[in-house]
């Protein structure tokens, strides 16, 4: 399938939906002039337990120049909201699976799992919420955000090292 591209330009707010399946690559949001949300495929929109997608890709910090570089998704888009997705990075590594850069972000019954690292939580102010994290070491961190969790089940995997 072709990559997806929207208009960054555009006042116009945008949607995406994404149908159940897992899909193996990176995805970058840049900075846009209007809002984007994404959804994801689900039978239940209140949790992420019943989430059909997942996104997932395998870079670390052994093959990339930063934690953001790393990351599954890389959220730069100011009022990006996320709904019902499983974003995902490899375990017993350090890698990020969302990388949030944009003010006004919002992570909606997401499922975020990796190991080192998972949620760069970087600029800007962002709720997640009716959500999963897990992760080993640092799995939550970041310069600047301010972060809201709300109803958030984090877990701590046992180290592998």
């Known amino acids: 399938m072709p990559p997806i591209s929207l208009s960054t330009t555009s006042s116009a707010a945008q949607c995406i939906f994404i149908y159940a399946g897992t899909y193996a690559e990176q995805v970058y949001i840049p900075a846009r002039a209007a809002q984007l949300t994404i959804y994801g495929e689900t039978t239940d929109t209140t949790s992420y337990t019943s989430n059909t997608v997942t996104i997932t890709q395998g870079k670390s910090q052994d093959d990339s120049a930063n934690n953001d570089a790393t990351a599954t998704i890389r959220a730069f888009a100011v009022g990006l909201k996320i709904y019902n997705i499983n974003i995902a990075n490899k375990e017993g590594s350090q890698a990020v699976a969302l990388s949030s850069q944009g003010d006004q972000q919002g992570f909606y019954g997401v499922k975020l799992t ?23 070491t640092d799995f939550i961190f970041g310069q600047r955000q301010r972060a809201w969790f709300d109803g958030v089940d984090i877990r701590v995997k046992a180290n592998v090292g």
């Open 114 to 136: 990796g190991y080192q690292d998972t949620v760069l939580a970087n600029e800007g102010f962002a709720v997640y919420a009716k959500s999963y994290i897990d992760g080993a």
